[in-house]
Nanobody, 124 residues
Framework: QVQLVESGGGLVQAGDSLRLSCEAS????????MAWFRQAPGKKHEFVAH????????HYTDSVKGRFTISRDNAKNKVYLEMNKLEPEDTGAYYC?????????????????WGQGTQVTVSS
């Protein structure tokens, strides 16, 4: 059974940093491109970042460029999202997702698996 489990969320103040982790089980992470999405209350899932299998290609949504960094450790079956200079607009549930294709996908429903999410709340 495939599971993606996110962790590292919390309540922080604007300008603070958080590091999210996503641990995969039931699959070999090396074969999957990975992404992070977020969902604010009452809104649909928003693409945040994407990383290919060997970390050769990385994409970010414009609002997080220069502040967030996606990375992965295939040996540990983990993906990370380092978030710096957090803003209240970054508040939401953050989800990691896995897909077998190397091509960029920005809709979470295009991914093969995603987790239950971890909550990030940024106060002003």
């Amino acid at each position: 059974q495939v599971q993606l489990v996110e962790s590292g969320g919390g309540l922080v103040q604007a300008g603070d940093s958080l590091r999210l982790s996503c641990e995969a089980s039931g699959l070999t992470l090396y074969y999957y491109s990975m992404a992070w999405f977020r969902q604010a209350p009452g809104k649909k899932h928003e693409f945040v970042a994407h990383i290919t299998r060997n970390s050769g290609n990385i994409h970010y949504t414009d609002s997080v460029k220069g502040r967030f960094t996606i990375s992965r450790d295939n040996a540990k079956n983990k993906v990370y999202l380092e978030m710096n200079k957090l803003e209240p607009e970054d508040t939401g549930a953050y989800y990691c997702a896995a897909v077998l294709t190397e091509f960029l996908r920005i809709e979470i429903t295009s991914y093969d698996y995603w987790g239950q999410g971890t909550q990030v709340t940024v106060s002003s």
